[in-house]
C-alpha cells in the first residue's frame, strides 16, 4: 500500500512553505490564531451557544453492535472497530485477532491517518499503552518492585520486538471511510513500553512515544532501556518494517510530538507531574531522524524556570516571547524521571503541568497541560515558531473547573479550524470542542454500557481523515475506536 506522503513530497512541501504557499489547514480557514488567542480574552468563562452550534448530545447506537456507546448529537452517526480481544469476546463479537494472527492488544490511546491511493481508503496507526501487562490497568514501576505478578505478555511476533519483555507497541489498520469498517489490521510495533501517543510526520510515517524510563536498572524485567521515540512508517507491513529508537530525541516520558513540515522540527510534550517540559528535535537532516541532531527545551524569555501552571488565568490570550535551551545529554547514563527535564530547569527552562496531547496546523503547534491553571483542571497552549531561534508561547484557555473541560489529553484540529481535546479526568468523560472565538463545547460523550468504571474511562486519539469527513477516536479502556461521521458544518469542528 502507498500512501500519499514521502520524503520527497516532504521536503518538497518545507520549501514551498518557506518560500511564502500557503497550505489548505483548518486554523488558516477559522483564523484561530486571532481571534482564540486575542489578548484580554477571558476564555476561561465562556461556554459557546447551543452547544457550539451542534446542539444537545443524545444516546447514539453504534452502527457495528446496536448498543449505546457514545452520545453525539442529532445527526451523527458512528461505528465502533478494533475493539480488544478482551472486549470483543465481552461483546460477543467475533474475535478480534488481525490479520497476522496476533490478538488486538488493549488501552488504545495516540493514532492518526493516512491516505492511500484509494481516497475512501485510509491507514491508522494506534498506539497501546501497555507497560508491563497488556491486562493490568497499572504502569507503575513500584508496583513491579513490590511484588505483584504481571503478565509481561508481548504482542505480535516476538521475531520483531525491540524488547521481548516490553507489553507496548502499536497496530496498523485499513479502513474504509465510505462504509465505515475495518478491512485488516496487524501488529506494526513490538516490544517497547507505555506507548501512549505521538505524533503522524509529513514524510508519512507515525512517531509513537514511550511514557516511561523503564529499563535494564534496578530490578525492572526490561532486556532493553525504554523512554524512546519510534517511527512506524504507514505503508509497512509488518513490525519489522519499524524504526528506533531515536535517542537523541531524549530519554523521558514521553507524550506526543508533532512535526513542522517547513523545517522538520519535531515538537515534543513531556508527562511527568509539574516537572514537565516543552521540547523541540532539530533534525541534522529533516525528514530522516535516524540522523541524529539537537534536543532543545523552551524557556521563556525575561521568566526564567517560569511555572506556566499556576498564576496565569488573567493572561489568556497574552504572547510571551520564547527561547531555547540546549539539552546537552539527551539519553542520560544514570536515568530518573527528571534526568533531561532538570538539564534544562537549570539553564532557566519553563515547567508544565503534564504535557500531552500536541498537535501541528497552520503554522502553529497546539498542545494541552493536562493538570495545569490555577483550579488543575487543564490548559490549552500554542506556540508559535518564529525563525530558529525565537517564537511566542501563548495560553488559549485554562479551565476554571471540571465540570468545564477535565484534564485534556490528546489533541487535533479540525479540517474546519477548531481544537479537539480529549478528556482524561476522574467522572463522566468528554470530547470537548473549543473554537476560534475561545468558546468550549461537548461533542461526544462516553457512555459504554456495563461496567460503571467504564464511562470514567479516558478519550484519546483524536483525528480526521485526510479529506476531513470522519473523525476517529478511541476509549482507552475497555479498550475500542470508533469512526465518527455527520452535518461537521453546523459547528467548529
Not at 447514539?60 to 453525539?72: E, F, I, Q, S, Y
Not at 507497560?131 to 504482542?155: F, H, K, M, V
Not at 519499524?242 to 519535531?266: C, L, N, Q, W
Not at 477535565?406 to 479540517?415: E, Q, R, Y
Amino acid at each position: 500500500m502507498t500512501t500519499s506522503f514521502d520524503r520527497r513530497k516532504f521536503l518538497q512541501r518545507g520549501a514551498a512553505v518557506t518560500a511564502g504557499t500557503v497550505l489548505a489547514s483548518g486554523t488558516q480557514l477559522l483564523g484561530v490564531h486571532g481571534a482564540l488567542a486575542a489578548p484580554g480574552r477571558r476564555g476561561q468563562q465562556l461556554k459557546a451557544e447551543n452547544n457550539g452550534g451542534y446542539g444537545p448530545l443524545q444516546p447514539t447506537k453504534d452502527r457495528t453492535t446496536g448498543r449505546t456507546l457514545l452520545n453525539l448529537p442529532a445527526g451523527f452517526e458512528y461505528a465502533s472497530f478494533g475493539h480488544s480481544a478482551e472486549y470483543a469476546a465481552a461483546l460477543g463479537l467475533a474475535a478480534a485477532v488481525g490479520s497476522d494472527g496476533h490478538p488486538t492488544p488493549g488501552r488504545h490511546d495516540g493514532m492518526a491517518t493516512f491516505a492511500t491511493e484509494d481516497p475512501s481508503i485510509i491507514r491508522l496507526v494506534r498506539n497501546h499503552e501497555q507497560g508491563y501487562s497488556p491486562t493490568d490497568a497499572s504502569q507503575e514501576p513500584e508496583d513491579y518492585s513490590a511484588g505483584n505478578a504481571y503478565d509481561r505478555t508481548l504482542i505480535g511476533d516476538p521475531a520483531t520486538a525491540y524488547d521481548p519483555a516490553a507489553a507496548g507497541g502499536t497496530t496498523t489498520m485499513t479502513f474504509d471511510t465510505r462504509e465505515l469498517k475495518l478491512i485488516s489490521s496487524f501488529i506494526s510495533l513490538n516490544g517497547t513500553s507505555v506507548n501512549c501517543a505521538g505524533g503522524p510526520t509529513p514524510w508519512g510515517s507515525w512517531l509513537s512515544c514511550e511514557e516511561t524510563v523503564n529499563g535494564t536498572l534496578n530490578d525492572d524485567p526490561f532486556t532493553k532501556d525504554h523512554g524512546y521515540v519510534f517511527e512506524v512508517p504507514a505503508d509497512g507491513e509488518s513490525a519489522g518494517d519499524s524504526k528506533g529508537p531515536y535517542r537523541e530525541m531524549g530519554r523521558f516520558a514521553h507524550e506526543a510530538v508533532a512535526v513542522d513540515p517547513a523545517t522538520g522540527i519535531v515538537y515534543e510534550t513531556e508527562d511527568s507531574g509539574n516537572t514537565s517540559g516543552f521540547y523541540r528535535f532539530c533534525p541534522n537532516e529533516p525528514g530522516d531522524l535516524s540522523k541524529g541532531g539537537t534536543l532543545q527545551m523552551l524557556a521563556v524569555k525575561g521568566k526564567p524556570q517560569l511555572k506556566t501552571y499556576q498564576g496565569h488565568s488573567n493572561r489568556v490570550g497574552n504572547p510571551m516571547p520564547v527561547e531555547w535551551v540546549t539539552i546537552q545529554a539527551p539519553d542520560p547514563e544514570n536515568i530518573t524521571t527528571e534526568s533531561v527535564f532538570d538539564q534544562g530547569w537549570y539553564q532557566g527552562g519553563a515547567a508544565f503541568a503534564r504535557l500531552e496531547g500536541c498537535w501541528y496546523d497552520g503554522g502553529s503547534v497546539f498542545f494541552n497541560a493536562t493538570s495545569g491553571g490555577d483550579a488543575e483542571a487543564g490548559q490549552v497552549w500554542e506556540y508559535r515558531p518564529r525563525g530558529r531561534s525565537g517564537g511566542q508561547l501563548i495560553l488559549l484557555f485554562e479551565s476554571p473547573s471540571p465540570d468545564v473541560l477535565d484534564a485534556p489529553d490528546n489533541l487535533t484540529v479540525s479540517p474546519r479550524g477548531g481544537l479537539v481535546l480529549c478528556e482524561d479526568g476522574d467522572d463522566q468523560q468528554y470530547v470537548r470542542g473549543l473554537n476560534e472565538r475561545g468558546e468550549i463545547f461537548d461533542f461526544a460523550l462516553n457512555s459504554i454500557e456495563g461496567e460503571e468504571d467504564d464511562v470514567n474511562n479516558e478519550f484519546a486519539g483524536a483525528c480526521f481523515s485526510p479529506d476531513g469527513e470522519v473523525m476517529f477516536v478511541n476509549i482507552q479502556t475497555p479498550g475500542v475506536s470508533f469512526a465518527i461521521r455527520g452535518p461537521w458544518e453546523k459547528g467548529a469542528l
